[in-house]
């Protein structure tokens, strides 16, 4: 049961949250679940405007970074595309038409402060992903400087796993690589910046990338959400501890508590843990898409 209504178009793919429908040979229409995945499983549980709560929050991050990459965002008029006003005006804040590209098979990975599986890395061997790290660092610890720990890509029911740099080249071209990699450092520089200013710690968060027929690099997926990312409000960072989050993180630690082999199917969840998730995601959008941000 889609949380949705379908567009009258070909469904090309279906992701743990995404779902992405043909438009023509070099267009595609992304719709955002309110589907929910932890530790690589969608969960059976929806999370009421979730999807329109990160289109908002992707569209937002696309806008600010034009100068560092270009972003697979396109114009156009979707009532054409699905063939009415009334399925337009319910798809679209949900919504993002996008060129066609053919997207990297890794995962950017940018980690500001030691937390997740960064954390349990560094415990195990004092670095993350190949990228040593000062000894002595605690649980959500800021880094030194950011570090870029990319991942393989995986589908859906399968789980991603931690590559260094060197694995990343092979896979993708070492040119290819460093590109992503300095992209994906620059911009999580500006955006933990501009967030900090509205009261969240971006710890960490992930980026995917596609290319053009011309070889042209872009942004696309989603950008610096709730579910591509840790945020941690400012004032209630503790170092030695995770912090409360903005994002699914608080999800992942109900999870933790039950009885869950981390694979599918996941476990139901309680209606008050769906509520404040979603309290959480509305909270995130709200301190980072301010109205002075908007033109």
């Known amino acids: 049961m889609s949380d949705y209504p379908t567009p009258p178009l070909e469904l090309v793919h279906q992701g743990k949250v995404r779902d992405i429908y043909a438009v023509d040979a070099e267009r595609l229409l992304i719709v955002a679940s309110d589907r929910l995945s932890a530790f690589d499983v969608i969960l059976p549980d929806p999370i009421p405007g979730k999807g329109e709560i990160l289109t908002r929050i992707s569209s937002f991050w696309f806008g600010e ?3 560092l990459v ?25 919504s993002m038409l996008v ?25 195990a061997s004092g670095a993350i992903s190949g990228v040593a790290l000062p000894a002595g660092l605690q649980q959500a610890d800021s880094l030194p400087d950011p570090i870029f720990t990319p991942s393989t890509k995986a589908g859906r029911g399968q789980h991603d796993e931690n590559i260094d740099f060197a694995a990343m080249q092979a ?9 992503v990699r300095d992209i994906s450092l620059s911009v999580y520089r500006r955006a933990a910046a501009y967030a900090r200013n509205c009261g969240i710690i971006i710890a960490d968060t992930k980026f995917e990338f596609g290319t053009d ?24 960072w503790r170092l030695g501890s995770s912090p409360p ?18 694979t ?15 309290a959480r995601y509305e909270e995130a959008g709200r301190r980072l898409i301010r109205p002075e941000r908007i033109e």
């Open 213 to 236: 027929p011309d070889g042209h690099l872009f942004l696309i997926d989603e950008v610096l959400t709730p579910d591509s990312s840790r945020f941690w409000p400012v004032d209630e």
């Open 171 to 179: 896979l993708i071209g070492a040119e290819l690589a460093l590109r």
């Open 65 to 67: 970074f034009d100068d």
């Open 264 to 278: 599918a199917p996941g476990p139901s969840l309680p209606s008050e843990i769906i509520a404040q998730t979603r």
């Open 70 to 94: 270009r972003n697979h965002l396109l114009e156009g008029d979707l009532a054409e595309i699905v063939g009415s006003a009334d399925l337009a005006a319910q798809l679209a804040p949900r």
């Open 99 to 123: 060129r066609r590209l053919r997207p990297l098979p890794v995962e950017a990975i940018v980690r500001g402060y030691l937390a997740g599986s960064g954390w349990k890395d560094y415990q």
């Open 245 to 262: 989050s903005f994002d699914k993180q608080f999800v992942r630690d109900y999870l933790e508590t039950l009885d869950w082999d981390k």
